[in-house]
Structures are given as structure tokens and as C-alpha cells.
């Protein structure tokens, strides 16, 4: 027979096997698309930092230095430390209040600078020209710095300086490693510093080693030694940068490729299962194809054009899928966290789309060789029945048992094929792991996003955005300030109400500023989650995220140096607290961060209700106290777009594993539904109802079921637990207890029965034929 | 529900025919046939006459195209699949030519089985099927799995499973075909005990010595047709020529 025949033969295969073909099409889509997507959101989350950080000589470490405390020589000899690769620098450097447009805008870091280029931090100009005379900045776009809404030609009132310095904005441009939020010449420097100023500079070094913060913390410390004692001021690595660039698709990716994992291990399981299925079910077929001339090669290349085909077509579906669902997960990530759009790389469906192929040939070749290897009269006569004497005793044991005959029947039958059980097996419980997962990531993000957002304790805030005089966030009046105070003290259903400033800080080794949120009364209500430590409950304490720890090699217990702009004081942290991200935060009262609480810093009022108000009511019946001129408007807090996304990806993913072992299910059983069924035959000629047949498939997969979901159970509890924990690695936070509790022993035995719904939900199908084939049929059947 | 048998019919057959491709010959045309109780009759004919589609349609594991199949006094060719399970687990006991026992479960288990999937209760069934093991002899083989038996103690295992639900038909399909000359007349002959108490027998068979040892009337199909009747012989009583 020639090649074309044995192709041939393979198609009329697939076409009597139509069942078989769809499932091994469907599991390899949901696999390819899961791959994609997993890949997809890798290579978005970290390749354009990862290429701009090397096109522009990114700096590893922004030192900053009291340039009075040593000689330019002193300086220009840490370029020849061990491990530094290149630096650049002095850069004069000064931290300045800025306003615009007569509001306050932010604390700023301005570095004097001849040049944009350089060994070190060659910053990008996106729009304009560099500074070339008094009274011109460029801006930095790239960070995360408050305000916006700036254009060239732009006004910027640097205050508190004993001459208000104006500086126009002459361009804008991208320091990757926001090394300064903007750029002046050199000599301008000298008319931004306040008397008494420290005369900061810059220092940007490369080092040979910087991929975490502690080989930082080593690096800048080897500078620290070099330079006379009190010279390094502060500290600021390329890791903060890196984690604001990258956004939160990073974030997800631990759990989209702990699914891509699931999908890659089910469909080498189900693909290698139906693969062998073929081959057991068709050695009688490859008898007579040996016995009418078919080499051992054409019959393998018979069996392995049988998956071939369907593969092939479920991996380009499954391309499709990946992108089609990358597309608006990075549009969303990329849209609720400004880091630009974001596009799945071609790369990434062309490697999702070999590595499934490849996957699902090395777990067809070990069937087809096999099928190649049978010899004529070998492949006739072992024919397609099980072998007997298989589970003698757990046959026995079941008819002992007091249950109705076709449910002790179903439970033993998985010993017919001990193989095939053991992988159908697996298949269940990977699809019930997935979906255990699922629910309990779900819960862990909800509270990870209540925790974040306070929904639950400050289920209101009232926030400067009213319909007053204006537009946009402009600062309400003393007046009105007042006037808030009263309508929430007035206002039945209030239990807490506290004042909230912001304002940025400086914190000696955190790049760039530090978030102050402070307080102006009691804030322990607020419930912000405990990771380590407690909440503030004295003045000189503070609580702050894991950012704010990590970044400062600080620790819980530990004391920080804060500059608030007005005062340099310090405190001692109290507690961690849950608040992703790579921003440092710190949170404390206004006694203890002086300076902060003007009513040019008050962000937003949190509220917290009596237990029974209703929060749309509270919301509107607040809303008309303070009146339609009011710039206070009362809200509800932002549930969060980030965990809308991932809760919506995690559902979709578990909804694809589930399904691809429910396929893998119907499979397995719709294969054993064909080798016994002769022994159906058998059983309707005695009498077995259409019931009684489905009860008693269905129960072929109920025992494997059963242990499956014993061994999916934990399985998914460890999961989640190394899940969320990664997730948070990512997100720089670390995570309070409770987000990783989410199993209650209850909650996680009824999950436990996702194990049973898919293989339940897998075997109907072949059941209900198996119970609706003809007798006399089945009895025909060799 | 509509009985047209006469009174004392097991089976009636009226104008039945099937076909089981459209367009393509019939296996069975237009058969009449009625078999009274405690009779035994054989069904004779070359291979691929119909004989084993006609006993599917008695046995209802099969419907047939055309015609009414009554047996034991209820129209079995409109019941559905559900009904006819209940009904053949009642009232047909089938013995097949290669036995069809189930491997993995013990003489005892296989016996039981049709008394389970009828829902007997465990006390009756295990009394009914002792008392077939006993009366087969297979007394000392009731945990034995079939692989273990003889061709002869394998069809009476079959035996003692299609009477376990005390039938008033059985149908046996070459039922020694599969055996040796000494066993296929060993059971021949249980068979006809089988008879003796009453029991109604349908057999189909190649064989003309069984048929003509065993059988009180032999109905011959010949393409699908029943051919013209041979002469009953003398055969056990309550035969009906």
C-alpha cells in the first residue's frame, strides 16, 4: 500500500471516530489557548521594560549625595569600584514644592543636567528641546508622579524657596529608571535650593550585579564605604522602576501559568489516552491492515495522521482563542494601570502553537510505535476485549454490597483497565484541582480587593470632585471643609468619619518620593490588613506597605527617617500592611507626620457606617446635605479594575480546564462504552433497564471520581496558597493570613464535588448512548 | 395494549417484517407464527435466513419494521426500551450460543444478576438461585468464575441465569453450538427436562437432530420466509402441531 493509501486509511479512521477526533481538537484549544495566553501575558509584562532598559543604559542604582561632605575626586573614584560597570554623574540635584496654575502639584526632583545622553540614563526626549537657559525643565513622563495635564510651555511656581522660581516647561522626556521627575541646567540648581539645603547630587551607576534588592543594598553600601561618612543621602533602584513599567500583568501571571500548567499536563494526558484508546480499540483494524500490506511505518503514520489532524486543528483554534482573550485582558491591565497598550507577541502563538504540536506527538508516539510494532496475528487475536481476570475481587466485594446491581457493577468496572483509569483519573483531578482553584483564588483576590479598597470598613469616602465652581479636583474651601465635618457628623448611619491627607515624602533609600497618608483622627477602624505587626495606635509610629519595607531595607519594629517637606522626623513602623504595589506608602496621624495635614493634602474623608445603613441611601441622603455647590462629594471606593480582571480570567480558565476533562471523561468512557459493548448487549438481554445501563456507566467513572477529588482537594489548597504568594512576590506586598484561609473544611467538601460534576457531566453523553443502543445491536457487536 | 394471541399462545408473530437498511432486502417478510405454552419449537435455517433476527424480535431485543410481536400475552413490538428491559427480565430468559457470562463475576453473581436488575429482593433471589445451582449442578462451582468451567458447565451456568427470574419463555440461540457432541447432548437433554416442567422453548438451531430429538414442531426460514412446516414429531407433551 502506498503512503497516500495509509493517509487514506487514517482519514476513514477519523471519520468513524468523530467522537474521539472532537475531544482531542477540543482538549488541545483549550490548551494552545491557555499557553498563548499564558505567554502572552509574560513576554507583555516584562519585554518593553526589559528592551528600553538596555537601549538607554538604564541606571541600576540613583545615588544622591551631600556633595559637600566630599571632594570631586572622591566622587569620580567610585566609577572604579569593584562591581560598577558605569556611572555618570554628579548630577546637582534639589527637592522642590511645585505648584501650577496656583494649586499645589507635588513634591518634585529636579536634577541640573547638560545633556540628555550619557553612559548612564540616556533620557529619551519625547517632545521639545533640552534645557538651555535659566527658567527651562523638561519633564519626566515616565513615572508615577501626581498631577498631569501639563503641556509644553507650561508654568511650574517652585515655593518655599526665599525668591519664587518659575520654570517653564521647554519638553518632556522618558528617564527609564526615573532617575529625577525633571531636568534643569546645571546652574539653575543652585536658584532651586532653599538656605540651608544640603547641596545634593546624583550619582547613576551599572553594576555587574543589581537583580534584587539586597545585591543593591550590597552595591550601594559599597559606595557608602568609599565616600567619607554622612556624603550618600539616599538610594533608589531600577527594581521600582521595572515593577511600575511592567504593570499588573505580571501580577496574573502566576496564576495563568499555574493554569497553562494544568491544561499542558491534561492534554498530554487526555491526547496520550485517546491516542492508546485508538490503538487498544483498532488492533484487530491494524491486523488486517498488516495482514493487506501495510508496513509497520504506514501504520503508524496511520495512527498518528489520527490525532494529527484534530491536533493540528485544535492548536490553530487555540491560537486564535489565546489572542482573542489576551486581547482584552492586556487592553484592560494596560488601560486601568496607564502602563500604554499592550499586544500579545507573534512569538507567542507561534510557540504555543509547536510546543502543543510537539507535546501531543511525543504522547501519540508512544501508542503508534506500539501499534507499529504488533504483528498481524497478535493485533487480530488480542482483539479489543480487556483482559480478563482483572478485579475479580473488587467485583466480589461489590456484589456483597446492599446497593442496586448496576451502581456495584459501575464501581468496579475501572479495574478492567487499571491504565486507563489511572489517566482518566488524573484527568479528573487536574479539572477539579483547576476548579477548586479557581474558587478559592477568587475569594483570596475578593479579599485581597477589599482589603485594598476598604469596601467592607469604608464602604463610603467623601472626595473633592463635586460640581463647585471650576473643573477637576480642585481644593475645596476652608468653608466647605467645614461644612463636610458637619454634614457627616449630622448624618444618621455615620459611625466613623476621619480626615485623610496626602502628600509625598522622602525616605532615605526609596526611589523618589514615598506616599504619606495621614490621618486627622482615629484610622484603626479602617481595616487595612495586617500582614505583620499591628496598626498605629501611639504618635511616633507608623505603618507601611511591603514596597516602603523592601525598598528601605527597613523592617517591622525598625525606625525610618521622613522628610515631610517641612520636618524631617522619626518614627518607628508599627505594622505591614496589604497595599500592593511598587509605590512606597506610609500611613500614620497627623501628630506623627507634621506638616501633612493642610487642607492643601486633604484627599478624601473615609466613613464607616452603623451596621444596617444602607450605603445607597447614606450616599444620597449625604450627597443632598451637602448640597449641590459642595465640592465634597460622597462615594462608594472603586471596587478595583485589576481584580474584576483576574477574577474574570480565573473563571475563564477554570472553565476551560473543567471542560477539557470533562472531554477527556466522555473519552475514557465512550472508549470503555466500545470495548464492552458487546457486555451491554448482555446485560439488556438479561433484563438491564435504559436506567439502570446509565446509572451503571456512569458509575464506571464515579469511584476514580471519588479519589480524584480526594487528591484535588489539597492539591488546590497548596496551589492557591503558592498562587496568591506569588502573586504577591510579584505585586512586591506580602499577604495577611486570611487571604490564603479561604478553604473552611465545609466549603472545600463541596468543591471537592467538582470532581464528580465532571466526571458525571463527562460520562452522561456516552451513557445515555450506551442506554440507548439497541440489544440486538450491541449484542452483534465482536 | 392489544392481545391478540389466542388463549394458551406464549408467542404470536402476524405479518412481521424487518428490515434493517431502507431499500434493502428484508430479513424477515411477512412472518405468522404462534408458539403455545409448553411448547417447544425449533427454528431451522442457513446461515443469514433470519433465525436469529426472529429471535430477537420474540426475545424484544429487537422491533421489528412491520407486524405486531405479542408474547405472553402482551404486544411487546410498541413498548419502549424501558418497558421491554422490564418485560425480558420477567418473562424471557435467553440462552445464547457462546454463553455470554460475565468473566469477572462468579457462577453465583452471573445467576443472580437478571434477579438483581429485576429488583427481587436478595433473600428470594439467592433461595431461586441455590435452587438452580443445585438442580443444574453446579452446586459446588458457585464461586468459580466462568473461565474456570467447562464448555458444558458454562452453557448450564447460562441455564440456571435465564431461569432465575422463573420465565415463561425461554429462547435459546444455538445452544450448543459451541459445544462437543457428548455436552451439546448433555444440555439437549436438560433442555428437554426443562420442558418436561412446563417451561415454553424456543431453539434455534443448525442442528436437525436436535431439533428433531428435542423439538415437538421445527418452523424452517428460508430467505427471511417461513417455509412450508415440517411434520411435528413425536415430542414432549403439550406440543401443538
Known amino acids: 500500500m502506498s503512503w497516500l493509501g495509509a493517509v487514506r486509511t487514517a482519514a476513514g479512521g477519523l471519520l468513524r471516530h468523530k467522537v474521539q477526533a472532537v475531544v482531542i481538537g477540543l482538549v488541545l484549544l483549550v490548551s494552545t489557548a491557555s499557553a498563548t495566553l499564558g505567554l502572552a501575558l509574560l513576554a507583555t509584562s516584562s519585554a518593553p521594560f526589559n528592551h528600553a532598559f538596555g537601549v538607554q543604559r538604564g541606571a541600576d542604582v540613583t545615588v544622591t549625595v551631600d556633595a559637600a561632605r566630599a571632594s570631586p575626586a572622591e566622587l569620580a573614584a567610585t566609577r572604579h569600584l569593584a562591581g560598577v560597570t558605569a556611572a555618570a554623574g554628579p548630577f546637582a540635584s534639589s527637592t522642590v514644592q511645585v505648584q501650577s496654575g496656583g494649586q499645589p502639584f507635588g ?205 493540528l486543528a485544535g492548536c490553530l483554534a487555540g491560537v486564535v482563542l489565546g489572542n482573542v482573550l489576551a486581547v482584552p485582558v492586556l487592553q484592560g491591565s494596560a488601560r486601568a494601570y496607564g502602563v500604554g497598550s499592550q499586544q500579545a507577541p507573534w512569538w507567542a502563538s507561534v510557540l504555543a502553537l509547536a510546543g502543543m504540536l510537539a507535546l501531543t506527538a511525543l504522547a501519540a508516539l508512544g501508542p503508534a510505535l506500539r501499534a507499529g510494532r504488533l504483528s498481524a496475528t497478535e493485533a487480530i487475536a488480542a482483539g479489543r476485549a480487556p483482559r480478563p481476570g482483572r478485579g475479580y475481587m473488587v467485583h466480589r466485594v461489590a456484589a456483597r454490597l446492599r446497593l442496586p446491581r448496576p451502581i456495584g457493577l459501575g464501581l468496579a468496572a475501572p479495574t478492567a483497565r487499571p491504565a486507563r483509569t489511572m489517566v482518566t483519573l488524573a484527568a479528573i483531578a487536574f479539572g477539579a484541582t483547576a476548579v477548586i482553584f479557581a474558587f478559592g483564588l477568587h475569594s483570596s483576590l475578593n479579599r485581597a480587593a477589599q482589603s485594598q479598597n476598604l469596601s467592607s470598613t469604608v464602604p463610603v469616602q467623601l472626595q473633592p470632585f463635586g460640581p463647585g465652581p471650576g473643573t477637576g479636583p480642585q481644593t475645596p474651601s476652608a468653608a466647605q471643609d467645614a461644612a463636610a465635618t458637619a454634614a457627616l457628623r449630622a448624618q444618621p448611619g455615620t459611625l466613623h468619619d476621619v480626615p485623610v491627607y496626602l502628600n509625598q515624602v522622602k525616605v532615605p533609600g526609596i526611589a523618589g518620593s514615598a506616599n504619606a497618608w495621614v490621618f486627622g483622627g482615629d484610622a484603626g477602624w479602617t481595616g487595612y490588613g495586617i500582614i505583620a505587626g499591628r496598626w498605629y495606635d501611639a504618635p511616633g509610629q507608623v505603618d507601611v506597605n511591603t514596597a516602603f519595607l523592601d525598598q528601605s531595607g527597613l523592617t517591622v519594629g525598625g525606625t525610618a527617617t521622613v522628610n515631610t517637606g517641612t520636618a524631617q522626623v522619626t518614627v518607628r513602623i508599627a505594622g505591614e500592611v496589604f497595599d500592593p504595589g511598587s509605590q512606597a506608602e506610609l500611613f500614620g496621624s497627623a501628630q506623627t507626620l507634621p506638616g501633612v495635614a493642610t487642607a492643601a493634602n486633604l484627599q478624601q474623608y473615609d466613613v464607616g457606617l452603623r451596621p444596617g445603613t444602607s450605603v445607597t441611601a447614606y450616599v444620597q441622603a449625604l450627597n443632598a446635605r451637602l448640597g449641590s455647590n459642595s465640592r465634597w462629594q460622597a462615594t462608594t471606593p472603586d471596587d478595583g479594575n485589576f481584580y474584576s480582571i483576574a477574577s474574570d480570567l480565573v473563571g475563564l480558565l477554570a472553565l476551560m480546564v473543567a471542560v477539557a476533562a470533562g472531554l477527556g471523561v466522555l473519552n475514557t468512557v465512550l472508549m470503555t462504552t466500545r470495548d464492552r459493548v458487546h457486555e451491554l448487549g448482555v446485560f439488556k438481554a438479561l433484563g438491564m433497564r435504559p436506567g439502570q445501563v446509565l446509572t451503571m456507566v456512569v458509575c464506571w467513572i464515579a469511584g476514580p471520581a471519588v479519589v480524584a477529588a480526594a487528591i484535588a482537594a489539597p492539591a488546590a489548597v497548596a496551589l492557591n496558597t503558592a498562587t496568591v504568594r506569588a502573586m504577591a512576590g510579584t505585586a512586591h506586598t506580602g499577604v495577611p493570613a486570611s487571604f490564603t484561609q479561604v478553604f473552611p473544611p465545609s466549603r472545600l467538601v463541596l468543591l471537592s464535588l467538582a470532581a464528580l460534576v465532571i466526571a458525571v457531566g463527562g460520562a452522561l453523553l456516552p451513557a445515555s448512548w450506551a442506554a440507548r443502543a439497541r440489544p440486538a445491536v450491541a449484542l452483534r457487536a465482536e | 395494549m392489544t392481545d391478540s394471541s389466542a388463549p394458551g399462545d406464549v408467542i404470536r408473530l402476524d405479518g412481521v417484517t424487518k428490515t434493517y437498511q431502507a431499500g434493502a432486502v428484508p430479513a424477515l417478510a411477512d412472518v405468522s407464527l404462534s408458539v403455545a405454552i409448553a411448547e417447544v419449537v425449533a427454528i431451522m435455517g442457513p446461515s443469514g435466513s433470519g433465525k436469529s433476527t426472529l429471535l430477537n424480535l420474540i426475545a424484544g431485543l429487537d422491533r421489528p419494521t412491520s407486524g405486531t410481536v405479542t408474547v405472553a400475552g402482551r404486544r411487546i413490538d410498541t413498548l419502549g426500551e424501558g418497558a421491554l428491559a422490564r418485560f425480558r427480565a420477567r418473562h424471557v430468559g435467553i440462552i445464547f450460543q457462546f454463553f455470554n457470562l460475565l468473566d469477572d463475576l462468579t457462577v453465583e453473581d452471573n445467576v443472580l444478576l437478571p434477579a438483581q436488575l429485576a429488583g427481587a429482593s436478595r433473600r428470594a433471589a439467592r433461595a431461586r438461585a441455590d435452587e438452580l445451582l443445585v438442580r443444574l449442578g453446579l452446586e459446588q462451582h458457585r464461586n468459580a468464575y466462568p473461565a474456570r468451567l467447562s464448555g458444558g458447565q458454562r452453557q448450564r451456568v447460562a441455564i440456571a441465569r435465564a431461569l432465575v427470574n422463573s420465565p415463561e419463555l425461554l429462547l435459546a440461540d444455538e445452544p450448543t453450538g459451541a459445544l462437543d457432541t457428548a455436552t451439546g447432548q448433555e444440555i439437549g437433554h436438560l433442555l428437554r427436562q426443562l420442558n418436561d416442567g412446563g417451561q415454553t422453548l424456543v431453539l434455534v438451531t443448525h442442528d436437525p437432530a436436535l431439533a428433531e430429538r428435542y423439538a415437538a414442531r421445527t418452523v424452517r426460514i428460508v430467505d427471511g420466509q417461513v417455509a412450508a412446516p415440517l411434520a411435528a414429531v413425536a415430542g414432549p407433551a403439550g406440543g401443538r402441531a
Open chain 1, 107 to 311: 513634591q518634585f526632583t529636579l536634577a541640573g543636567r547638560a545633556s540628555p545622553g550619557g553612559p548612564v540614563d540616556d533620557v529619551v526626549l519625547t517632545a521639545g528641546h533640552w534645557p538651555n537657559g535659566p527658567g527651562q525643565v523638561v519633564m519626566d513622563t515616565g513615572g508615577a508622579q501626581p498631577g498631569g495635564g501639563l503641556q509644553l510651555g507650561s508654568t511650574l511656581t517652585v515655593t518655599g524657596l526665599p525668591r519664587t522660581a518659575a520654570l517653564t516647561v521647554v519638553g518632556f522626556g522618558n528617564s527609564i529608571t526615573d532617575t529625577a521627575d525633571g531636568w534643569v541646567t546645571p546652574a539653575e540648581i543652585a536658584r532651586l535650593r532653599g538656605p540651608g539645603a544640603p547641596a545634593s547630587a546624583q550619582l547613576l551607576y551599572r553594576f555587574t550585579q543589581a537583580a534584587s534588592f539586597a545585591q543593591i543594598r550590597t552595591d550601594v553600601a559599597e559606595v557608602t564605604r568609599a565616600l567619607p561618612a554622612g556624603t550618600v543621602t539616599g538610594a533608589a533602584s531600577w527594581l521600582a522602576a521595572a515593577d511600575q513599567a511592567e504593570g499588573n500583568g505580571a501580577i496574573m501571571e502566576p496564576f495563568v501559568v499555574a493554569f497553562a500548567l494544568i491544561g499542558l499536563a491534561m492534554a498530554v494526558l487526555i491526547v496520550g489516552n485517546v491516542v492508546s484508546g485508538a490503538v487498544v480499540a483498532g488492533y484487530k483494524r491494524i491486523g488486517v491492515l498488516k495482514s493487506v500490506g501495510l508496513s509497520p511505518a504506514q501504520v503508524m503514520v496511520v495512527y498518528l495522521s489520527r490525532v494529527g489532524w484534530p491536533a
